[in-house]
């Protein structure tokens, strides 16, 4: 589905990440920024050698300990069809009482402010936390759509932002959250 926040397009679709073109693509990490599962390693598996030297680069000189979570930091696209990617850390789920929602936002809050800082105009989200996270999806959405409003209503540079849902169930929940959001009532 496709939604117009202030100046912008909400797109909501179903498919593979690591095939979007977008200025940037956001990559569900954790703080080592080395890679894991999920989304993660099929970005890097895509996009080639050239983002982990860069996060290896990005531990050294900027975060020794770790990008902590809800922060956001920009490397190459490498191989893929997007031209950066933006890895942030979402929280881990642990029963929604430990900040979780607080530290959801800021993840995209952070991503957003950081292909705005760097003039991107399109940029694609995973649905963060909710894989190995463990963060319940119905929750997430609500937290992801919310952030991403504000965050266009505020600041007008970025034109297009797309969520990327890997099943049918996660893109009916974002939809529906969406919907909820987004229409006036
Ligand atoms: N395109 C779009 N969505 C995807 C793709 C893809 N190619 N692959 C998986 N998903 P996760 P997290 C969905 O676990 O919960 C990693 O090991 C997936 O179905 O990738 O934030 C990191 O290194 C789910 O809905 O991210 C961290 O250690 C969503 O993406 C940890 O997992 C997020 O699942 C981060 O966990």
Known sequence: MEFTIAKA???LIKGDIT???????VNAANSTLLGGGGVDAAIHNRGG???LEEC????????PDGLPTGNAVITTG???KANHVIHTVGPIWHGGVHEEPKLLR?????????????????????????????????????IAIKAIKDYLEKE??????????????DLDIYNKAAIEILTAK
């Open 49 to 51: 050698p050239k983002i």
């Open 106 to 142: 800021r993840s995209y809050w952070n991503s957003l402010k950081l292909a705005s800082m760097k003039e991107l105009k399109t940029i694609a989200f995973p649905s963060i936390s909710t894989g190995s996270y463990n963060y319940p999806t119905e929750e997430a959405s609500i």
């Open 19 to 25: 095939e979007v073109e977008a200025d940037a693509i």
């Open 56 to 63: 290896k680069r990005l531990r050294e000189k900027e975060w």
């Open 156 to 169: 007008d540079k970025i034109k297009k932002v797309t969520i990327v849902l890997f099943s049918n169930r």
């Open 78 to 80: 490498g191989n893929l």
């Open 9 to 11: 397009t909400l797109e």
